[in-house]
């Protein structure tokens, strides 16, 4: 008999095993490219975690300069960029080590897009480029972006991490939490063929438009019937058979420009702090205990109209929290490409 409930116990091992290092190794052919960096080292949590938006020393890619000081006889003495003291404790941090690993991904993928365990940085896309939001070809990208964002903030306490569960402390035994930085192959995504795919007890519910903005094309039935047709074919055939978790996840899928397959781009828990977007965990759950009766699953929904009450606005997404509050003041009278560029010119500033 199916379950009343709206979601599934969360418990520790549950939350887990939706963290990136544990579902990627399984599915990295059908994912982005990605390169895992764990451990990650106490200090570099305590970057994270230190006041300030400001950049490790040795990050930025460019070269030292060696300047003469007119009151020195020595030869010289070398002027890096340094913009890595925390004011607040007077500690200068640098991850050589780390900057390594990072400038080799970036060679290799030809620019990253960061994230924790969870979490990605895009309230923070701001910062860089519109062109080619998110994407990092330095270190100091890298940092900039996790520094600025509060989105991560949720993978840096494992009480965020593990809420809602019960009894973590017995139940988590031999299974440590420990914070790991993913660096992905960037490249442009089309945000109109991001979905959200809904599963439970091993049935597919239900698939949501995953950006709330209305695109024309999703009004066509065709369409809708052959993407309904491409995700339930990529589930059956990829994610099913593998998928060795409790029977109730939730995947984020994007579409290739034919409609006709995709690639995953992150699994999430069945949980109350997964946006379950156009449709509310009641009409899943209702969707659940009807699925044993009901051939038309999955079923999907998008924004159909400009008018529709879920359809954003043409104001930008995050932008309750793309903004330190440090920075509030710095940004009146100024557009979000000016204020960007000046404060980056801040950070790199602010420790010289």
């Known amino acids: 008999m199916m379950s009343d409930n709206l979601f599934p116990p ?20 059908q994912s982005i490219k990605s390169t895992v960096i764990r451990p990650l080292s106490s200090e570099f949590r305590e970057y994270l975690d230190a006041d300030r938006v ?10 030292a300069e060696s300047t003469l000081s007119d009151d020195e006889g020595d030869a010289g003495t070398v002027n890096s960029n340094d913009d890595s003291d925390d004011e607040s404790t007077g500690k200068t941090y640098a991850f050589p080590d780390l900057d390594q690993k990072i400038r080799a991904s970036i060679q ?8 924790l365990n969870f979490s990605s940085p895009r309230d923070a896309a701001w910062l860089l480029p519109p062109s080619s939001p998110l994407k990092c070809t330095t270190p100091a990208d890298v940092y900039l972006l996790l520094k600025s964002s509060d989105f991560i903030n949720h993978d840096l306490n494992e009480e965020n991490v593990f809420e809602g569960c019960g009894d973590t402390q017995a139940e988590g035994e031999g299974q440590p939490y420990e914070l790991e930085l993913i660096l992905r192959k960037w ?3 089309d945000r109109s063929r991001e979905l959200r795919c809904f599963v439970r007890d091993n049935v597919l519910l239900a698939i949501s438009q995953r950006d709330t903005n209305h695109y024309e094309f999703w009004n066509d039935p065709a369409t809708q019937n052959k ?4 995700v339930r074919e990529f589930w059956e055939t990829n994610i099913k058979p593998k998928w060795t978790g409790q029977p109730d996840y939730i995947f984020d899928f994007l579409l290739t420009r034919d409609l006709s397959r995709g690639h995953i781009i992150d699994f999430n828990p069945y949980a109350p702090k997964t946006d379950s977007l156009l449709f509310t965990y009641e009409e899943l759950r209702d969707l659940h205990q009807n699925s044993g ?8 929904r998008v924004i159909d109209s400009p008018s529709h009450p879920a359809a954003s606005s043409s104001a930008p997404a995050h932008q309750h929290n793309m903004i330190p509050f440090e920075a509030v003041k710095m940004s009146s009278g100024r557009d979000i490409e000016e204020f960007a560029e000046l404060w980056k010119k801040s950070v790199e ?3 010289s």
């Open 10 to 29: 969360l418990t520790r091992s549950y939350i887990l095993s939706f963290q990136f290092s544990s579902w990627y190794p399984t599915f990295s052919k």
């Open 54 to 63: 400001f950049v490790p020393e040795g990050a930025e890619d460019i070269p």
């Open 108 to 115: 290799e993928y030809e620019g990253v897009f960061p994230k």
């Open 187 to 189: 490249y442009p995504v």
């Open 227 to 230: 993407v309904v047709a491409a």
């Open 293 to 300: 009766n009901d051939e038309s699953l999955p079923s999907l």
């Open 349 to 351: 500033e602010s420790s």
